[in-house]
């Protein structure tokens, strides 16, 4: 026995070692009204990674008309999506039960303790990574979901858990996840998604469309890999399904504001397309891997919607691969890679 086992009396007890993996999303209101959606879109939309306007510029238009009229129109459309028997959010619900999975996966003996928390709003990063110290984590690997990188998304997220690390005095060790949008079983698990997907339908597309959240193209400018990444999924999801080029294509959704963003636009290519003669799509969102607004409203509704507006015939939304067993395949399978050497 070392001298530094023996304890003195007084001392406060040290619990066990153990590793920590939070599973890290970008967040949601915590509930539809007014007040709840406005307080999350604050967070939100005054994080300088994802808007990059000068804060003179930005904090007057954002703390003027945006925050007195989004909220109204952001809650209806959270309501239209809402889980009503959790009385939830679909993107907090579905990430509880992904880390609820990996952690069954990993089981008690493997000293793993599974996470997850918002970059804005509830479960708060702080909050969660403050828990998994008092659990005895003294080291975490932090893994935003999102499969391509961007500053928008995977920075912001590791930026919030290292301003909470930096209240702590004895740190844990960390270690963030990278970008994995052409990892093998990522493109793998994708691919049969979109397959099985498309086995449901009783239609097959003139078109599968892969619609992943825009941006700014300044952001892309300014040297944000993002654009680039989103492209080569789908590039390698082609490739391996053994399709041709013209039976997928990129788009980019939610977009706002009067500057141009990375194109093709989801919305404007879905109410083309008709007149085009391609009347049958179907459509996902790779770079969510949950479903969400983004999707549940914005895709699934609003683009059925601009689309058989438009003349098309036949509309479907393949899901994200969310905590079924090929989406828990994905998570479980980089988690333990990354985790090497620790476990």
Known sequence: ????????????????????????????????????????????LSDPRVIETPKLIWWPILNGVILSLRPQKAGANYAKIWDKEHNDSPLRVITRKQAEKLQQAFGPEEDVVVDFAMRYGN??????IEKLKDEGCDRILLFPLYPQY??????????????????IRWQPAVRTVPAYFEDKIFIEMLAKSITDGLAKLDFTPDLVITSYHGMPKS??????????????????????????????????????????????????????????????????????????????????????????????????YIPCLNDTPEGMKVIETIVRRELSGWL
């Open 123 to 128: 479960p708060s990063t702080k909050s969660v």
């Open 1 to 44: 026995m070392f001298m530094s086992d023996i304890l003195p009396p007084d001392h406060p007890p040290v619990k066990k070692r153990k590793i920590g993996v939070l599973l890290l999303n970008l967040g949601t209101p915590d509930a539809t009204d007014y007040w709840s959606v406005r307080r999350y879109l604050k967070e939100f």
């Open 219 to 316: 952001y892309l400018d300014r040297g944000d890999p993002y654009h680039c990444q989103c492209f080569k999924t789908t590039r390698l999801v082609r490739e391996h399904l053994g399709w041709d080029k013209d039976r997928i294509m990129v788009t980019f959704q939610s977009r706002f504001g009067p500057t141009e963003w990375l194109q093709p636009y989801t919305d404007e290519t879905l109410k083309s397309l008709p007149g085009k003669g391609i009347k049958k799509v179907a459509i996902l969102a790779p770079a969510f891997s949950v479903d969400c607004i983004e999707t549940l409203e914005e895709i699934e509704m609003e683009g059925h919607e601009e689309f058989m507006e438009a003349g098309g015939e036949k509309y479907a």
């Open 150 to 167: 961007s500053a928008t998304t995977t920075a912001t997220a590791n930026d919030q858990a290292f301003r909470a690390l930096a209240d």
